[in-house]
Every structure is written in C-alpha cells, then in structure tokens.
C-alpha cells in the first residue's frame, strides 16, 4: 500500500511517498480502508519534534512510528475473530495515537481504540477531522472550561479547526460568544454562530473592556498573564498550546487565584473517556446542530503540501487528504 513516511524530523521535504506492506488485523483489530485523513496544526509540530519534551512519546532523535496522520475515516474491510461490535462495510472513523499513521491507503486499530461509526448525514472527509478540532475544543469547553448556559466566552483563533468548532460547541452549551479572527474570517465566524466577533488585525481583546468568563485560545498566541485582566472572577484560560510559563501559571492559579489558568493533553485521556466524547459530538453532527469546516483538500501525494500550507497560518477550519 501506499503511505507518507519520515525517517527524521525536519521541514515538509522529510515527507516521502513510499510502498508498504498492506497490514493484516490481529485477533482484536480492525482494517480499514481508509477514505480521508485529517491534517493538523499537531501534524506539523509532531513532523518537526516539536515541542522538544514531545519527543519523550514520539522518539528522541527520529520519529517512532514513521507513517504520519493521526484522524481518518474509511470502511472496515477486514475483522480479527475476536472483533464484536464492527462488521466489513461499515463506514467509521476514528484517530490511531502513537502507533501507525493514518496517512496510508490502510490502518489496522483495535477494536478497543479510538473508532466508532460514522454519521451517515456527513461525509468521510468531514468525518476525518472530528478527532482534532470537534473533540479538543469539546474536552476543553464542557470538561475542562464546563461552560454553560449565560456564560460569555471568548474564542481566540475562531476560524481554525478548533476554533471553528469551538465558537458551535460553545453556543451549544449556552453561551454568548466572541470569536477573534481576522477580517477576512469576520463573516465565517458570525455564520457559525459568534455573537461578536473581533479583528484582531484591527482590535486587542485584552483592550476592549469587555470580561469573559472564559477565553479559549485555540492557537496559544496571547497569554494568561494577557488575558487575565478582562477574566471576570473566577474566570478561565485556556489553552491547548503548553509552555513552560502556562505550567507555571497553571500550578500557582491552581492554590492562589480565582481566576484559573488550564490545560488538558485530550488524546492523551483514556479511550472510554475520549468515546463518550465523541458520542456527544456524533448526536450533535447527526441532528445537524454542529458542521464541520472545510478548507482544503489534497491527495496523499500531496501531505506535504498540506504541511506547507498549515503552516501558513492562513487555514480556515480543517485540511484533510482524500484517498
């Protein structure tokens, strides 16, 4: 089969079209045949090795696991004996964490892992990327934030992957929402239900006036130390983005300050937590209350294009690579 390999970290030119071995499913695995793989901001981070600590998971000097892509969808083409819930043609779609890539033309998962079945109202390139962006910005506004109904909410990097679903979820949950974006991204932003919305090219949130109850910093460019004076009491900050000043800020505001500082590693929680997740998001796509954002998409071939165009800074909700 075909697959993005990289033997080191580096640029996108380490990303190399190779021909695999077609994987077999072991007694507990499934096999599919995969349709579309999401490419992410944490796609291009994990290729360069960064940030330095990320490497304790993903290898010291070279990646552990050479094939790239985390998020997929596809249809279950083959079923280890000991597989129950899944049977060949159904349309699923999950993420496979530190093991083998999804940007292949075949993934073998456990049965145990991240993969449930797709909704039948969106489509496998949409399906591709609820593990990124959906699922992140949900653990960090219902588990971690527990935003809810009254609560007004600032969503920093409104019109990326995360930010896009997290301006939906948070409208979902009650809230009243501005979203920061650039002007460009303005319209996008109010369509998806953004109350308000800030150019950040234009305005500073942290100069407007106007306190939140939470700020989500999707693309971890302001700061705690920023963003605390307009935190009402008792507010939070939160970030998917962790540095060493947030896990300073995170431990201190922990034992002495209302206004909290937080953040949550969401792949990293245990599977039946992560499911249950996704289960909630799955009943809100099916009932057509969230969609997906779609920006661009590219052929296997072309994942290093992708990685190129990431790292613009210029993408609008999700990248995906269809197979």
């Known amino acids: 089969m075909k697959a993005i390999s990289t033997a080191k970290y580096g640029s996108p030119d380490v990303l190399e079209l190779v021909e695999i071995p077609k994987p077999e499913p072991k007694e507990n695995e499934i096999l599919v045949r995969i349709k579309a793989a999401s490419v992410t901001t944490a796609d291009t981070m994990m290729r360069l090795g ?160 106007n306190c939140y109850d939470l700020i989500f910093d999707t693309v971890g460019k302001s700061s705690f130390l920023e963003s605390k004076k307009v935190l009402n009491k008792n507010g939070t900050y939160l970030s998917p983005v962790l540095s060493i000043p947030l896990l300073y800020q995170m ?3 922990s034992k002495f300050s209302g206004k909290k500082a937080k953040f949550s590693a969401t792949g990293l929680l245990p599977v039946p937590k992560l499911i249950a997740m996704l289960q909630e998001i799955t009943r809100l796509l099916e009932n057509n209350k969230i969609k997906v954002v779609l920006d661009k998409t ?18 609008k909700g999700n990248v995906v690579i269809s197979l």
Request: aromatic share 8%; proline share 3%.
């Open 50 to 209: 960064k940030p330095l600590y990320g490497r304790l998971f993903l290898g010291l000097s070279k990646p552990k696991h050479p094939i790239t892509g985390t998020g997929f969808s596809g249809v279950i083409e083959a079923i280890g004996k000991n597989v129950n819930h899944f049977q060949i043609g159904d349309h699923a779609f999950g993420e496979s964490t530190f093991g083998q890539g999804t940007n292949a033309e075949y993934l073998c998962i456990p049965e145990s892992g991240i993969i449930l079945r797709k909704p039948k109202n969106i489509s496998f390139n949409e399906a591709a990327t609820i593990c990124d962006g959906t699922l992140t910005s949900w653990n960090f506004l219902k588990e971690l934030g527990r935003v809810r109904k009254g609560h007004h909410v600032l969503i920093n990097g409104s019109s990326g992957s995360l930010g896009t679903a997290a301006v939906q979820l948070a409208k979902q949950l009650g809230a009243q929402v501005t979203g920061v974006c650039s002007s460009s991204n303005i319209n996008m932003v109010r369509s998806l239900g953004a109350d308000h919305a800030i150019d950040y090219t234009k305005e500073d949130f942290t100069e407007t006036g």
């Open 251 to 253: 431990l201190w505001t």
């Open 298 to 315: 590219y052929s296997l071939a072309e994942v290093p294009i992708a990685h190129r165009y990431i790292e613009t800074g210029r993408k």
